[in-house]
Each structure stands twice: as C-alpha cells, then as structure tokens.
C-alpha cells in the first residue's frame, strides 16, 4: 500500500535560517503532491502543489521540490520567523482517486527568535 | 469568499446523545469532504461527496451518517458514539475531484468530546 513518510517530527531553528522538511513516499507515483500548514487546533492551511512533471515552485519564502526519482519532495521556508511556527503536511492523492488525498504526520516546526 | 464555516466550535455529548456537525462553503466547490484527526496524528479522510452525491465512504462506522443538502452544506449525523471518536472533525471542499483545481480549504473543524 501506498506510505507517506515526514520523517522529523519536530525540527527547531533559529530565526532567520532556511527550514528544510522532508517528505517521502513508497510504492506509488504521484501525479502531484501538496503541502499544508496546520496551527493547533486548526483545520489545515493549502500552501503549495508541486506536479510531477515539475522540478521546483516557489511562493513568496517558500520552496518545493519534487523528486519522482528518489521518490521525495523538499519543502524549504527562507528566513524563517517566529511566525512560520506550526506543524507542516505534506499530502498525496490516495492512489486510484481524483482529488482525495493522504496526509503525511507532519513535521513540527519550531522557529526560536 | 475562500472560508469554510463549520459548527458548533466545541461539542461534548454523552453515548446515548444525537447531535449533527454542520460544514458551509460559498466557493462553488463541488467536492466536499470529512476528516477526522486525532491529537499528533494526521488528518484521515471519512467521506467526501461529489456533485452531493456520495463518492467515497472510508469503511466509517454506520455510527457516522454523513448528508449533503446541497452543494454548498455538508453534514454529519453523530449517534451512539463511543469516547473513542473524540477528535477534531474536519470539513474541506475542492472545486472538483478532477481536473487541475486539486487543493483543499478546510474549516476550523468542530472540537468533539464523547463522555
């Protein structure tokens, strides 16, 4: 069966530094893959969605990349802030499906002014 | 308008007790979706309906009966619950299951607690 792997659960950094997560997947080839932001107690926040057939997508501080071959996609956030702290998810369409995903468990980010 | 409303915020009902989630989208999305996402876990898709028909049902027990009145409400029937289904309940939507428009906007879920 398909696996989604974010393989940090908490990761802390200094503000102004470039936080890189990770996220990999086994046993399928997605046609594309999203990431989400997700404050306590909150429903989760769509930031970026990386296709297959694209390398990197860029928005604003935030970087993705897509890795069909190593089967993994970076998510980089620039200069980080205090602000940018909360738990990121990456996520994948459940194989066979149009549109419904699979979330990875995410990866808590803690930015330390 | 890209906002979600889901009610109530907070919920605690007993196991005896029926109660309805409420999800609303002014979006014209016609995917519409519930997740349940337990403390630290990820979120785990239950149902999503299609053009108001149910598409996807995730082997949810019958404890759990999802409606959708029209495309821009979403429901779901809570009766006979165990403590166990304490978690927050999500409410997305999507302009479709197909084509290129595949990102999700999630409510700020309903709080469920089960005594």
């Known amino acids: 069966s398909q696996k989604i792997e974010q393989n940090s659960e908490a990761l802390n950094i200094q503000e102004g530094k470039t936080a890189t997560l990770t996220c990999n997947y086994t046993?399928?080839?997605?046609?594309?893959l999203q990431w989400y932001r997700q404050d306590p107690g909150r429903g989760p926040v769509f930031l970026l969605l990386?296709?297959?057939?694209?390398k990197e997508k860029r928005k604003e501080r935030l970087k993705v990349t897509f890795d069909t071959t190593l089967k993994q996609s970076l998510f980089h956030i620039t200069a980080s802030q205090p602000a940018d702290s909360a738990t990121y998810l990456c996520?994948?369409?459940?194989?066979?499906?149009?549109?419904?995903?699979?979330f990875g468990k995410g990866t808590k980010l803690s930015v330390k002014p | 308008d890209t906002e979600v409303t889901q009610t109530p915020k907070h919920l605690v009902m007993g196991m005896t007790n029926k109660k309805s989630l409420k999800c609303e989208q002014h979006?014209?999305?016609?995917?519409m979706y519930w997740y349940k996402q337990k403390a630290k876990k990820p979120p785990e898709l239950m149902f999503v309906?299609?053009?108001?028909?149910?598409?996807i049902n995730e082997s949810v027990p019958s404890r759990f009966s999802p409606e959708c009145p029209n495309s821009s409400l979403l429901n779901l029937h809570l009766h006979a619950l165990q403590p166990e289904d304490s978690a927050l309940y999500l409410c997305?939507?999507?302009?479709?299951?197909?084509?290129?428009?595949?990102?999700?906007?999630f409510g700020p879920g309903t709080r469920l607690t089960v005594t």
């Open positions: 046993n399928y080839s997605p046609a594309y």
């Open positions: 309906y299609s053009y108001e028909k149910l598409s």
């Open positions: 997305a939507s999507s302009q479709d299951l197909g084509g290129t428009h595949y990102e999700q906007y």
């Open positions: 996520a994948l369409p459940l194989r066979g499906s149009q549109g419904n995903l699979i």
């Open positions: 990386i296709r297959e057939n694209e």
């Open positions: 979006m014209g999305h016609r995917a």
